[in-house]
């Protein structure tokens, strides 16, 4: 089996778009998409130009997200994408013109001015896809950018000093599998410092001291436990501030109070649910702000004066924002938000103007501002929807079934308009990935023409793994409970079939990442329940997986799905992996990867179609060069579309608009 997958990788690395095309274009060749040539296609019908007409309109929508507040001026950095990848833009006034800063091939994005004067901002860019991230300068005044990590590790985060002359970032520059801490003056490249020697790829700075003195670092081990240490930013030392208690123990985020005395942290520590807390550093005692709130604290932020916290809370699965006195502990009444999901913080220096994002299903992502003295909020970028009346785009449902050992599940339903479409309506199951993840309710994009055109309803669930619901809930699929899960989907599928809107006959389910895998192991063992499937970049074997991830995200990992060096564990993941079952999917599976995915390697997903092969199974598979975990260029995001929905009226709707393409490689 090694043998041959090596040699579909050179096939495929070696001939391209081009020569699949004959095998997928029907006689007439200009009514049909010409693919990219960055793809690698195989046994994938090219689109019909009448099918790409009628549904670019639903592809051209654009979204933002807030980057960073000026330091002096009421004016802010953006993301937002106007050609093919989101790049960072500069607005000045709420509602005013975005001017594009950055034009690149790959996204630039985590702009952040300095923080006293804002010359310049750094922000971070990879390459097609693989998370190498550098940072760089951007001088405001000459418009120059300059390289200030290596050009070569990973590099992330960055936390800039209260002084503002220099910058704390994780990298994997010593091994290219540990995470350090780094200090740098961007201004100065060649004063870069390792501060912090790590061992494991979780560590990440989170806070400098009033006094620059002391740095605030996460040493994150699994969704359900991390540990806070202070390390002092002269010499180096660590002192692990988190104690140990009698079971694991999360913490999110952290940042000093304003007199250096203690932090504030979310926290999981006397809950099921993550709890904003104030930590004494002296005492070592939790006092905690959110307590009667049953729910995770998702986001938090303390203003610059830090007088006032920010926090945004997950309220099965939907966001409310509060707002606390930090001197009393209290919470402050806030206005009425415009409805959605609500992420994103970012106080102004001036300590009452807090920024953040807001997206909906029927707005995509914006960026908004509260005043915190006067409630007044301000709008600050308005993102375009196309040709399309955004209006009637479908608002979700929150559903609720029973899995099979009497657990309350929950996923959010999207149906088509009302009176559009009669009869049972065929399903499209849409797993989360993670898996330490949760389908939050947010614009759907090209979802809505499933919905709206096809007349597809759309069911995201949030099986047992997922977050958001306690860490009892989101540890009970770890290890050699993984198979729960997948029984989750089963009892889904079991429900679908009982609804009188549905039509459990016509059932696809679909996911990315870990809900690749899901996708996988559902056709797997559910075959007989489904119509088809459609895999993006999932593992199909997770032992595999694990060897071949990153370094630095290795022991991350398993400490989800296990160990795969102990040979118990490892047999038990080989026994699930839908790779070495794929003779049980009998369904027609579409598999598509980034050739340059650094979390879920290409290899997981051409051993996948290796196997489907031999089953003799109906698969299509599409790869893109320049791409990583997923799909980020629009491009290559609107073929996939076009022929995703292709595949669904072939095998999910039995509607073929053109013939099935051969899967000779």
């Not at 099921?272 to 049953?294: C, M, R, V, W």
Request: with cysteine; hydrophobic share 35%.
């Amino acid at each position: 089996m090694k043998r041959i997958i090596v040699s579909l990788v050179a096939t495929l690395a070696t001939t391209g778009a081009a020569a699949f095309a004959d095998v997928s274009a029907p006689d007439n060749a200009s009514e049909v998409l010409t693919p990219p040539g960055n793809l690698v296609i195989e046994g994938v019908p090219s689109p019909p130009l009448s099918l790409v007409e009628d549904a670019d309109r639903f592809s051209e929508f654009r979204g933002a997200g807030v980057e960073d507040w000026h330091p002096v001026k009421r004016e802010m950095l953006i993301e937002t994408r106007f050609a093919d990848t989101p790049q960072v833009h500069y607005v000045r006034t709420p509602g005013g013109a975005r001017t594009q800063l950055t034009f690149y091939k790959d996204s630039a994005h985590d702009a952040e001015f300095q923080p006293m004067h804002g010359d310049f901002f750094v922000f971070s860019k990879d390459t097609g896809g693989s998370e190498f991230y550098q940072k760089y300068t951007y001088d405001v005044g000459s418009k120059k950018v300059t390289l200030i990590t290596d050009g070569k590790s990973r590099n992330t985060g960055g936390i800039w000093s209260n002084r503002g002359d220099r910058l704390a970032y994780e990298s994997t520059r010593r091994n290219g599998e540990d995470v350090d801490i780094h200090v740098i003056d961007p201004t100065d490249r060649v004063g870069d410092r390792l501060l912090m020697q790590n061992q494991g790829g979780g560590w990440e700075a989170m806070d400098w001291s009033p006094d620059d003195k002391t740095l605030l670092v996460t040493e994150y081990i699994s969704a359900n436990e991390s540990n806070l240490w202070l390390v002092d930013t002269a010499s180096g030392a660590k002192t692990r501030l988190t104690t140990a208690a009698k079971e694991k123990v999360a913490h999110t985020g952290g940042q000093f109070s304003k007199d250096g005395k203690g932090i504030y942290v979310a926290t999981d520590r006397d809950s099921e649910f993550q709890q904003l807390a104030y930590l004494d550093l002296e005492s070592h005692k939790y006092t905690y702000l959110t307590g009667n709130i049953p729910w995770d604290v998702d986001v938090f932020a303390l203003s610059w004066d830090g007088k006032k916290i920010a926090v945004i809370t997950n309220e099965d699965g939907l966001t409310a924002m509060h707002l606390y006195d930090t001197t009393t502990m209290k919470e402050l009444p806030l206005p009425q938000l415009p409805s959605g999901q609500v992420t994103a913080l970012r106080w102004h220096k001036n300590n009452h103007d807090l920024a953040f994002d807001l997206d909906s299903a029927r707005s995509p992502s914006d960026v908004y501002s509260l005043d915190t003295d006067t409630g007044k909020i301000d709008r600050w970028t308005q993102s375009e929807t196309g040709m399309l009346d955004a209006s009637r785009f479908s608002e979700p449902q929150l559903i609720h079934w029973t899995s099979f050992d009497g657990r309350r599940m929950s996923a959010f339903k999207y149906v088509p308009a009302a009176g559009k479409f009669t009869g049972k309506r065929p399903v499209l199951v849409n797993i989360h990935g993670g898996p330490e993840s949760q389908w939050r309710p947010r614009f759907l994009g090209r979802s809505n023409y499933l919905i709206n055109e096809l007349g597809v309803v759309e069911i995201f669930p949030n099986v047992r793994g997922s977050m958001g619901y306690g860490k009892t809930f989101s540890q009970m699929d770890n290890g050699k409970k993984r198979e729960d899960s997948y029984k989750d989907i089963g009892t889904l599928l079991d429900w679908i079939k009982q609804q009188p809107d549905l039509d459990g006959d016509r059932i696809m389910v679909t996911g990315g990442s870990y809900g690749g895998f899901m996708t996988l192991a559902t056709a797997t063992n559910y075959s007989d329940k489904i119509r088809c499937a459609l895999d993006v970049v999932g593992p199909s074997n997770l032992a595999t997986f694990l060897e071949h991830t990153q370094p630095y995200r290795q022991d991350l990992r398993r400490a989800e799905y296990g160990d795969e060096r102990d040979p118990d564990m490892r047999a038990f993941l080989e026994k699930i992996a839908p790779a070495k079952n794929a003779d049980k999917i009998r369904k027609p599976l579409y598999v598509v990867q980034g050739k340059n995915d650094p979390r879920v390697p290409a290899s997981e997903s051409i051993q996948m179609v290796q196997a489907i092969r031999e089953s003799g199974t109906p698969v299509w598979f599409l790869m893109a060069n320049d791409e990583g975990h997923g799909f980020g260029k629009k491009k290559n995001s609107d073929y996939l579309f076009y022929t995703q929905i292709e595949f669904m009226k072939m095998y999910l709707l039995d509607q073929m608009s053109v013939s099935p393409a051969t899967n000779s490689p």
